[in-house]
């Protein structure tokens, strides 16, 4: 059946592929995880397995809150969910959606160790969160594997803390490789999913799926609660494309190629003149966009980007998301039943968030200075709003600390005045206010909010 609803090549707008696909992007440097060697086992027992990789799986208790700036109010409560060390001084994966409310996160290591953690950035357009541990060091770690070389009937093992129960270890089999369709939450997300019949429940979530190496080959993220062994895991090489920007950046800055496409069905693309229905067909051009500029046109359909080919429609919004702002790439195109080569800059998605989100950090460090305030800029490139600072971290000694701020918050006015950037936001804040109290106006989501804290 044909599906002619047209999807925008947008991160927050449709679902993309990241099965077999890594970053386009040329070089990359080396990273700071380590990559396991996917020798396999005999699979008669998990045993070893289990000894071997369960000191890096990680318990979270998480307090949540849905932002509200007054205390004890009915949106706070506290989470539950897992993920795993990937570096000995403590940073650890886990979802977006296990962190994304936190006020305060504690990792529990099996030994029962505790440790504060802080949100070091968070991607929601995958469901993938990079923590760190803070003050953890010599920590027993998981290699990332290669989820590409995974095969229906492969065995897979999880381990988490379903329902609160600390380090559950199951096991089945991977069931299917490649699920696009789902869609947990309701989010949109990339995805391409892999599913396995190892028990998942709540709780799981962020919790890792391994081979029978002890290697992490996915995230574990979503269940299918109207059924039974169905769950569902983000493939690690997908994780492995954005986690360098989480770590440097605290988020992830998404291109476009600006074009609506749709999925090709056999009698389309015999329409267009194509032997197999394969690719993305342009239904749509965003006018003053990358296509519009490269002279893409309704009716194309775009085969590969630069080397990797689009084998379905869904592959190619997660191809150009995470290829890089203003990188040229080169499309593969069939057009007058001919292929032909267009070259175009990607730009910086529109819409996509600027900021990390909420960082559950427990400190800054102890230097008693900017009323405690640790805030970085607002990237301008490709925005029209009127700019501002995005807080960071808020140290429990500063003043602003029981305003109502948040990280995440993004300042753009200091006792009513603008603030477009960094040197604005000093500058005002060292200005003595009559009232001997700075009052700030903040973009917080959709909304805009004043909070108001005494001047140490």
Request: aromatic share 6%; proline share 7%.
């Amino acid at each position: 059946m044909r599906r002619a609803a047209a999807r925008i090549v947008a991160a927050l707008a449709v679902s993309g592929a990241c099965w077999g696909l890594g970053a386009p992007a040329a070089a990359q440097e080396a990273p700071f995880w380590v990559n396991g060697a996917s020798q396999g086992g005999d699979g008669r027992s998990f045993a070893g397995l289990v000894q071997q990789v369960g000191p890096a799986v990680v318990s979270l208790e998480v307090r949540l809150s849905d932002g509200s700036p007054f205390p004890g109010h009915p949106g706070e409560g506290q989470g539950q969910g897992s993920g795993f060390v990937i570096t000995t001084d403590g940073y650890a994966l886990t979802n977006n959606h296990v962190i994304e409310k936190a006020q305060e996160i504690v990792a529990v290591l099996g030994d029962g160790r505790r440790f504060s953690a802080r949100v070091v950035g968070a991607d929601p357009s995958s469901d993938v969160a990079l923590i760190q541990l803070m003050g953890a060091s010599g920590l027993q770690i998981l290699p990332l594997g290669d989820s590409d070389r995974l095969r229906v009937g492969d065995w897979a093992v999880a381990i988490g803390s379903p329902l609160g129960l600390q380090s559950t270890v199951t096991a089945g089999i991977v069931s299917a490789t490649g699920r696009r369709k789902v869609n947990p939450g309701h989010q949109k997300l990339y995805s391409n999913f892999i599913q396995t019949d190892a028990s998942i429940n709540p709780g799981n979530s962020g919790g890792p799926l391994l081979n029978t190496a002890g290697e992490v080959i996915g995230i574990n993220t979503a269940i299918n609660r109207m059924g039974q062994g169905i769950g569902f895991a983000i493939p690690i090489n997908m994780v492995k494309t954005i986690l360098p920007r989480l770590r440097a950046e605290g988020f992830v800055r998404r291109s476009w190629i600006g074009i609506m496409i749709q999925e090709l069905d056999r009698d389309l693309a015999r329409s267009f003149g194509l032997e197999q229905a394969a690719g993305a067909l342009v239904t749509d051009v965003v006018t003053g966009g990358p296509g519009d500029r490269a002279g893409l046109r309704p009716g194309d359909v775009i085969l590969a980007l630069d080397t990797h080919k689009i084998e379905n429609s869904e592959d190619l919004p997660w191809l150009a998301s995470v290829a890089g702002v203003k990188r040229e790439v080169v499309l593969t195109v069939w057009r007058d039943a001919a292929q032909r080569k267009v070259r175009l800059q990607l730009a910086e998605m529109p819409g996509a968030p600027a900021a990390p989100p909420a960082n559950a950090a427990p400190e800054v460090p102890a230097k008693r200075e900017g009323y405690g305030l640790e805030v970085r800029p607002l990237p301008r490139e490709g925005r029209d709003d009127p700019g501002g600072v995005v807080v960071m971290r808020i140290a429990s000694w500063s003043p602003a600390h029981s305003s109502g701020l948040l990280p995440g918050d993004v300042i753009v006015e200091v006792g009513g005045k603008p603030v477009v950037g960094m040197d604005d936001f000093h500058k005002l804040l060292k200005e003595r206010p009559r009232s001997g109290v700075h009052r700030v106006k903040v973009r917080r989501a959709r909304s805009t909010w004043f909070f108001a804290f005494p001047q140490d």
